[in-house]
């Protein structure tokens, strides 16, 4: 019985902290996926990144971006900077731990491009110099904090969009993640594509 009773607790977080951030998130979420459809429709490309489990949303929004999400559609030029296991370790073994996307940025990103950082805790040295490699580079900057936002939140620009969710357990932030990732993908399949017949 302590099983079930644990189980449904963890579905009423879920949902509780869900609906407490549509209040937040809601209008973040639609500037989001308008600065994404500016990026591709003038040209651009996507860059996401994120450390451990929140690479994870990162690496969701590239795909469906670059794959598909609901429907077909042709895909969309967006990259994941953090799955690529070759390309972080050549970086981390040279001493480049806290840029390891900083430099994937300096060399892929151009000005009008965008990137999508994923965190938890905001406090992450490679995140904070990532998101100044984009502000160099001139590029739009989409941050999916949690509710702290930590010390990413003091270094993004007036500029910067922030998908904060009002939480501080880290599987629920990030759940609120996957599902905002959802919702900017929708968005942009119906600005850049139009209604799903």
């Not at 990259?79 to 060399?107: N, P, T």
């Not at 151009?110 to 001139?138: I, K, V, Y």
């Not at 936002?149 to 932030?173: F, K, M």
Request: a negative charge; aromatic letters at 6%.
């Amino acid at each position: 019985m302590y099983f079930q009773e644990r189980l449904q607790q963890l579905f009423i977080d879920s949902l509780e902290i869900k609906t407490l951030s549509m209040e937040y998130i809601l209008p973040a979420i639609e500037e989001a996926s308008e600065v994404l459809v500016g990026t591709l429709l003038n040209g651009g490309k996507v860059l996401t990144c994120g450390i451990g489990n929140s690479a994870i949303n990162a690496q969701l929004l590239s795909t469906l971006l670059l794959n598909r999400f609901e429907r077909e559609r042709p895909g969309l030029p967006a990259i994941c900077l953090a799955s690529d296991a070759i390309i972080q370790s050549a970086l981390c073994h040279e001493g480049y731990l806290q840029d390891v996307f900083a430099k994937q940025i300096q060399a892929l990103g151009n000005p009008g491009d965008t990137l999508a950082l994923f965190t938890t805790q905001g406090n992450h040295a490679a995140l904070l110099q990532a998101s100044m490699a984009a502000h160099d580079r001139e590029m739009n900057v989409i941050v999916f904090l949690g509710e702290e936002g930590g010390d990413l939140h003091h270094v993004l620009q007036a500029t910067d969009i922030e998908i904060q969710v009002p939480a501080q357990n880290s599987s629920r932030i990030r759940e609120v993640h996957m599902l905002a990732v959802h919702a900017v993908c929708d968005l942009v399949d119906i600005n850049i594509f139009g209604e799903d017949e």
